[in-house]
Each structure stands twice: as structure tokens, then as C-alpha cells.
């Protein structure tokens, strides 16, 4: 009684090669913990969870969560958004890791990956092998300045780990983007869902700033609006209690990550499914607008 028409499945993998991968990085046990403990406290509103269940190892599980499709839009990052969303996700962005900003209970979620262990797993594990393969499919994508630098990128962005690892923390969702995104429609009571926890880990906050504004903004957009959604980001920060960040500091941070996105998204190219077409087109579309924003900041000048 009183259940909903429809419900979303999520379980393991079809794949095994994918399955190895959440076992690595505790994909599955992350997702499966954030809709057990937390989901519903947070500010960012987040798909009802009616079931989980998980085995001891986290190689196992199912979810069955809110059809959110009944109550709103889900975004296309293909196609884009407009200003207005983008400021939405900001500002929505901003009170979240604000409520969760250098909180106490952070240390106590080790079931929640450090951001800093799985960015290193991905640059000294993913990045070597994905280099030369990436130059090869992608490398009309890249200024000659981010081409001449990639066989070395990962060294370098390692170079400037401790940036990272003395950053304040908070929860990031390190996927935030619009196909993790609902927007809500008339009478849904939300202007934004967002889905999709699986990567979601104690890190930079700066990192989910800078992965939806490189990836999900068309260039020309993101020239003209990136410095007023990084204020309103930073501004939302502020509001929900956060002293300790200048945004000056945000700035820096914003674009020491965006070199970091640029070398995980290189890193995937050997995880690609050829088979999946709009799989393919979506991630040569988020390195060609991510190596476009790193070479437009002068990324590569702070790891020099």
C-alpha cells in the first residue's frame, strides 16, 4: 500500500573488469553506506532509498531507491545547462560541504574514502597506462602545451599532493554533474537532486567545483560566468558558517584540481566501453572542455 508506481534497481556490475574496480576503490560499500547513515540528513536532496542490502566483502548488493524521473528533469551533460542551473548547482554545491566542513563525524565515516588515497591510486595505478592511449585518440583535444605535458602530468600534480592533504575536508561527491542531476518540476518540492554516491569521499571541496564547471559548461559559457558561479559558490559557503577559506584560496584550489581531473579523465581511457556510444562521446566531450578550462587557467604553471 502506498508504494510507489515505478522504483530504481541498482546492483554490482555486469562487467567483471568493473566489479574489480568498485572492489578496489569500495565503490559499492560507499554507495550502499551513504543511503544507510546519512542520505537523509544531508542538505542536497538525494533519492529515497526503500531497500538495501550488501554482502561482507561490498562485492554484492542492491538498492532500490525514488524514481525521481516522476517528479523532475534529469540533466544532460551532451547538451548542457543554462546559467541559472549552473548557479543553482553552485549554491546548492556550497551549503552542503559547508554542513559537513572540517565536521568531527568525518573521522569517524572510514567506510568514506580519503580523497586524497583514491586521487593517488588513480595518478600512479590508472595514469601510466592510460597516457600514451589518450594522446593517441584524444590528442587533437589538447593545446600543445597540455600535449607536451601529459606523459609526465601525474608526477606532477603528485608533486603538489600536500595542497590536497592539508585542504579543510568536507563530503564531496567527486561525480557532480548533469547526469547525476534532477531538476525538479511544478510540485516536486526540489529544485535539485542529485544521484549517484558511489565515488563520493572526505576531500577537497574545490573539486567538485571544478569538476562541473570544466565539464559541464560549454567553454564560452564557462569564460564568461566561471569567476560569478565561483563567487556564489564560495558565497554559500560562507553563509553556512565557513571562516577558513578565503577566496583566494578557493581560486588556487580550483585550479590545481582541474589539472588533477584532467589526469584522472586520462587515466579512464583505458576503462572505456567501446561499445557504449554515448559513453565515448561524453567522455571525449569532458577532456576536450576539461584540457580547454586547464589551459585557459594556466594550470600547468602551478606545477611547474
Same mark, same amino acid.
Given at each position: 500500500?502506498?508504494?510507489?508506481?515505478?522504483?530504481?534497481?541498482?546492483?554490482?556490475?555486469? &562487467? /567483471?573488469?568493473?566489479?574489480?574496480?568498485?572492489?578496489?576503490?569500495?565503490? +559499492?560499500?560507499?554507495?550502499?553506506?551513504?543511503?544507510?547513515?546519512?542520505?537523509?540528513?544531508?542538505?542536497?536532496?538525494?533519492?529515497?532509498?526503500?531497500?538495501?542490502?550488501?554482502?561482507?566483502?561490498?562485492? %554484492?548488493?542492491?538498492?532500490?531507491?525514488?524514481?525521481?524521473?516522476?517528479?523532475?528533469?534529469?540533466?544532460?551533460?551532451?547538451?548542457?545547462?543554462?546559467?541559472?542551473?549552473?548557479?543553482?548547482?553552485?549554491? /546548492?554545491?556550497?551549503?552542503? =560541504?559547508?554542513?559537513?566542513?572540517?565536521? #568531527?563525524?568525518?573521522? %569517524?565515516?572510514?567506510?568514506?574514502?580519503?580523497?586524497?588515497?583514491?586521487? $593517488?591510486?588513480?595518478?600512479?595505478?590508472?595514469? @601510466?597506462?592510460?597516457?600514451?592511449?589518450?594522446?593517441?585518440?584524444?590528442?587533437?583535444?589538447?593545446?600543445?602545451?597540455?600535449?607536451?605535458?601529459?606523459?609526465?602530468?601525474?608526477?606532477?600534480?603528485?608533486? $603538489?599532493?600536500?595542497?590536497?592533504?592539508?585542504? @579543510?575536508?568536507?563530503?564531496? =561527491?567527486?561525480?557532480?554533474?548533469?547526469?547525476?542531476?534532477?531538476?525538479?518540476?511544478?510540485?516536486?518540492?526540489?529544485?535539485?537532486?542529485?544521484?549517484?554516491?558511489?565515488?563520493?569521499?572526505?576531500?577537497?571541496?574545490? +573539486?567538485?567545483?571544478?569538476?562541473? !564547471?570544466?565539464?559541464?559548461?560549454?567553454?564560452?559559457?564557462?569564460?564568461?560566468? %566561471? /569567476?560569478?558561479?565561483?563567487?556564489?559558490?564560495?558565497?554559500?559557503?560562507?553563509?553556512?558558517?565557513?571562516?577558513? +577559506?578565503? $577566496?583566494?584560496?578557493? /581560486?588556487?584550489?580550483?585550479?590545481?584540481?582541474?589539472?588533477?581531473?584532467? #589526469?584522472?579523465?586520462?587515466?579512464?581511457?583505458?576503462?572505456?566501453?567501446?561499445?557504449?556510444?554515448?559513453?565515448?562521446?561524453?567522455?571525449?566531450?569532458? !577532456?576536450?572542455?576539461?584540457?580547454?578550462?586547464?589551459? &585557459?587557467? =594556466? #594550470?600547468?604553471?602551478?606545477?611547474?
Amino acid at each position: 500500500a502506498g508504494a510507489p508506481r515505478t522504483i530504481i534497481g541498482k546492483f554490482p556490475s555486469a &562487467e /567483471q573488469a568493473g566489479r574489480e574496480i568498485a572492489a578496489m576503490y569500495g565503490l +559499492y560499500r560507499c554507495e550502499v553506506n551513504f543511503y544507510r547513515l546519512i542520505a537523509e540528513t544531508i542538505s542536497l536532496r538525494t533519492p529515497r532509498c526503500f531497500f538495501s542490502a550488501m554482502n561482507d566483502d561490498a562485492t %554484492e548488493f542492491v538498492l532500490l531507491l525514488e524514481d525521481l524521473s516522476a517528479t523532475g528533469r534529469l540533466g544532460d551533460q551532451v547538451v548542457g545547462c543554462t546559467i541559472e542551473e549552473a548557479r543553482l548547482a553552485m549554491e /546548492q554545491l556550497g551549503v552542503f =560541504h559547508a554542513s559537513w566542513w572540517q565536521n #568531527a563525524r568525518l573521522k %569517524e565515516m572510514d567506510w568514506l574514502p580519503l580523497g586524497v588515497d583514491l586521487a $593517488r591510486m588513480s595518478l600512479e595505478e590508472a595514469f @601510466p597506462a592510460g597516457w600514451g592511449p589518450a594522446l593517441d585518440r584524444y590528442g587533437h583535444l589538447f593545446s600543445p602545451e597540455v600535449r607536451e605535458a601529459v606523459p609526465t602530468l601525474n608526477e606532477r600534480v603528485l608533486g $603538489r599532493f600536500g595542497r590536497f592533504e592539508e585542504a @579543510p575536508r568536507t563530503i564531496t =561527491h567527486a561525480d557532480y554533474r548533469l547526469d547525476n542531476m534532477f531538476f525538479g518540476g511544478p510540485g516536486s518540492g526540489y529544485e535539485l537532486a542529485v544521484i549517484d554516491w558511489q565515488i563520493a569521499n572526505r576531500g577537497l571541496s574545490a +573539486y567538485d567545483v571544478a569538476y562541473f !564547471l570544466g565539464s559541464n559548461l560549454r567553454p564560452a559559457d564557462r569564460r564568461s560566468q %566561471e /569567476q560569478l558561479l565561483l563567487s556564489a559558490y564560495h558565497d554559500a559557503l560562507v553563509a553556512g558558517g565557513v571562516r577558513d +577559506y578565503p $577566496r583566494a584560496r578557493l /581560486q588556487e584550489d580550483y585550479v590545481l584540481s582541474m589539472l588533477l581531473i584532467l #589526469a584522472n579523465n586520462i587515466g579512464n581511457t583505458m576503462n572505456l566501453d567501446p561499445a557504449n556510444e554515448r559513453g565515448l562521446q561524453l567522455f571525449e566531450l569532458i !577532456l576536450g572542455r576539461v584540457a580547454t578550462a586547464a589551459a &585557459e587557467l =594556466h #594550470a600547468l604553471d602551478t606545477v611547474s
